[in-house]
C-alpha cells in the first residue's frame, strides 16, 4: 500500500476496482482501492488495506471492476471562448455520416424557437463522414427554410443556408470580406453557400445576437459538466484570438459564485494586433504570476503571443518579420522578468527556429530553465530545433488536429512527411517535457479519448494510418501527457495528475478499461464517475 504517515480515517473509500495511480504500470496485482481525505489522496492499495483507512463516517463506493485513472487535463483548449456559446451550439465530433449529421439539425429545427439560429462551429471535419462532404446550402435549405442555419468544418469551411446568408446581410453582390471568401457558382455568380477564411466566419458568427451573461455562465457551466462526463478534471486554456478580459466573465462568475468545478489554469492573450506588448503588460503589471486558488489560476502568456508570429495550420507560406521577432524578444523578457511561463503556437520549423532564437536572447539575461516556457503544436520540429528547446527547459504541447488535417498537411508538406509528424520518439529521447490536449473547441473535437487515440495510433479520421510506429505513444505515455504532463504547464505535476497520497484527489472511473480495450474503441471512452478534490461531478449512476 502506498499511504500517507496519519492514520485518521478516510472521507470516502474506492473499493473494487482498478487503480491506475500513473507512472509505469506495476507488474502483479494491481491496486483495487483508494482512500481519500480533505480533497487529497490518502492511500490506494487493496481492497483489505484501504478498509482498514476507514472509520464510522467514512463514504463507500463499489467501483464494480471499473478502470480508475487520475483525471485527464486538456493542456490546450480554447474553453473559455467555447464555454460561452456551448449551450447554443450542436456538436458533430462522433457523427459518422451526413444523415446522421442532418438529422442532428432537423430535431434542432423542431424544437427552436421561430427565427433562431442552428449551428454547428468547429470540432468535426467532412473526412470523418462516409461522403466525404460537408452539407451543401439545398440541402439545408430543405430542413430549415425558416432558420438561419450556419455550419463550420474546422477553420476550413462554412456553409450557409439561404435564411443564414441573408440575416448576415449577405447576398450576390456582397464583396469578399478581409480575410475571407464568399464562394460563387462559377457560371450563374450565385452564392453556393460556401464561405472560407476568419473574416467571412466572423462576419456570419457577428450577425448572431449575443447571449446575456448569465446565459454565457449557464453555457460554460454545461461544458464543464460535458468535459467531466469525459473524465477531464482539468483545462489550461490556451487563450487565442479576441480574447481580452471581458470575455473571461462568465468563467470569473462560476468562479466567484462557488459553482466551477473544473480546474482551470488560463493562458492570456493579445486581443489585438499591434497592441501585443502594451496588452500583454497589462496583464502581468496587474496579475501576478500563478495568481489564483486551487480552481482558478493564471498559468502564462500565450498562445497568441504576437500576430506576427503565428502561423496558423501551417500550409501556406509564412514568415517571422524582422520586426514581429524584435517584439516577441520584447515581450518574452518581459514575460522571464515577471517570472511568467509563455506558450506559443509555432507549426513550422522556421517559425520555430526564429522563436527560438528570440528566447536564448533572453535566456543569455534570464535563465529560461525553470520558467515553464513551451510550444504548442511542434508539428514541423527539426532535430537541430529539439536540441535548441531541450537546452532552454522548453516543453512541447501535443494536440490532435492532425487527426482531421493529416491529408491536408501532407499534400502541403510532400509525401511521407507525416510519419514523422509530429516527432513524437525524438522528442521523448531529447527529454522534452509534453503535455497533450485537443486545441478545441472550434480547431479540433473536444473528445479527449480521439485525441489519445491519435497519440497511440497515429491515425487520422480518414482512416488512414500515416505517424510511423516510432514516433506513436504507448497507452500509459499518452496518459502520462495528459495527466502530469499537462500539470507541468502550471508547476503542478506532483500535485496533480498522479494518485499519489498528498495529491489532489482528482479522478475519473472509466466505461471501460483504457488499457485492455480494443484500439478502435478507444474514442468511445468516458466516464461513469469523476471526482474534483474528492467532490463527485459527474456520475452516470452507475456507481454512485
Not at 509505469?24 to 478498509?51: C, F, H, K, M, N
Not at 433562431?116 to 468547429?122: F, P
Not at 453556393?192 to 460554460?220: D, Y
Not at 531541450?390 to 501532407?410: I, R
Amino acid at each position: 500500500m502506498d499511504t500517507s504517515p496519519d492514520t485518521a480515517p478516510a472521507d470516502q473509500i474506492f473499493l473494487n476496482g482498478l487503480v491506475w495511480p500513473g507512472g509505469a504500470r506495476q507488474v502483479g496485482p494491481e491496486p483495487t482501492a483508494l482512500a481519500v481525505r480533505d480533497g487529497r489522496v490518502v492511500a490506494y492499495g487493496s481492497d483489505a488495506e484501504i478498509r482498514a483507512l476507514s472509520g464510522s463516517r467514512s463514504a463507500t463506493v463499489d467501483l464494480r471492476g471499473r478502470r480508475v485513472i487520475p483525471g485527464l487535463i486538456d493542456g490546450h483548449m480554447h474553453a473559455v471562448r467555447g464555454g460561452a456559446t456551448w449551450a447554443s451550439e450542436l456538436r458533430w465530433t462522433d457523427v459518422p455520416d451526413l444523415p446522421t449529421a442532418l438529422a442532428r439539425l432537423r430535431a434542432a429545427v423542431e424544437t427552436a424557437r421561430p427565427g433562431e439560429w442552428i449551428r454547428v462551429v468547429g470540432g468535426w471535419h467532412p473526412c470523418q463522414f462516409a461522403e466525404l462532404r460537408e452539407p451543401t446550402r439545398a440541402e439545408l435549405d430543405a430542413l430549415a427554410p425558416d432558420h438561419p442555419v450556419y455550419v463550420q468544418a474546422l477553420y476550413e469551411v462554412a456553409v450557409l443556408n439561404s435564411a443564414a446568408l441573408h440575416a448576415a446581410g449577405i447576398d450576390a453582390a456582397t464583396p469578399d470580406p478581409d480575410g475571407g471568401h464568399l464562394e460563387r457558382d462559377p457560371v450563374t455568380g450565385e452564392l453556393t453557400g460556401r464561405v472560407f477564411g476568419m473574416g467571412a466566419f466572423n462576419r456570419v458568427l457577428g450577425a448572431i445576437a449575443p447571449v446575456t451573461p448569465e446565459r454565457e455562465r449557464r453555457s460554460t457551466a454545461a461544458m464543464l459538466a460535458d468535459l467531466h462526463a469525459l473524465g477531464l478534471t482539468g483545462i489550461v486554456d490556451a487563450g487565442g484570438f479576441g480574447m481580452p478580459p471581458q470575455r473571461y466573465e462568465p468563467l470569473f462568475a462560476l468562479w466567484r459564485d462557488g459553482g466551477l468545478s473544473m480546474r482551470m489554469r488560463l493562458f492570456l492573450s493579445a486581443a489585438d494586433p499591434g497592441q501585443e506588448y502594451k496588452q500583454l503588460e497589462e496583464w502581468m503589471r496587474h496579475t501576478p504570476p500563478r495568481f489564483g486558488d486551487p480552481m482558478l489560476r493564471f498559468a502564462g502568456i500565450g498562445e497568441v503571443v504576437h500576430y506576427g508570429c503565428h502561423d496558423f495550420e501551417g500550409l501556406e507560406e509564412f514568415s517571422i518579420s524582422d520586426d514581429a521577432a524584435e517584439e516577441l524578444q520584447r515581450i518574452s523578457y518581459r514575460a522571464a522578468e515577471q517570472g511568467w511561463p509563455m506558450n506559443i503556437h509555432a507549426v513550422l520549423d522556421e517559425s520555430i527556429d526564429r522563436i527560438l532564437t528570440c528566447w536564448e536572447a533572453v535566456n543569455e539575461r534570464i535563465p529560461l530553465r525553470g520558467l515553464r516556457f513551451s510550444l504548442s503544436h511542434a508539428d514541423r520540429i527539426s532535430a537541430g530545433n529539439l536540441r535548441r528547446l531541450t537546452a532552454l527547459g522548453a516543453g512541447v504541447v501535443l494536440d490532435d488536429h492532425q487527426v482531421f488535417k493529416a491529408g491536408f498537411s501532407e499534400a502541403a508538406w510532400g509525401d511521407g512527411s507525416m510519419t514523422a509528424t509530429p516527432p513524437i520518439a525524438d522528442m521523448i529521447a531529447a527529454g522534452i517535457p509534453l503535455a497533450a490536449g485537443t486545441d478545441a473547441t472550434r480547431a479540433s473535437s473536444h473528445n479527449p479519448w480521439l485525441s489519445l487515440w491519435w497519440l497511440i495510433t497515429g491515425n487520422s479520421a480518414d482512416g488512414i494510418p500515416r505517424r510511423a510506429a516510432r514516433h506513436r505513444m504507448s497507452r500509459e505515455r499518452a496518459l502520462e501527457c495528459y495527466t502530469t504532463g499537462s500539470a507541468w504547464l502550471s508547476y503542478e505535476e506532483n500535485t496533480r495528475g498522479r494518485l499519489r497520497p498528498g495529491a489532489h484527489a482528482d479522478f475519473a472511473v472509466l466505461s471501460e478499461d483504457c488499457f485492455a480495450v480494443p484500439e478502435d474503441r478507444i474514442p468511445g471512452l468516458y466516464s461513469e464517475l469523476t471526482v474534483v478534490g474528492g467532490e463527485i461531478v459527474h456520475t452516470t449512476g452507475t456507481l454512485a
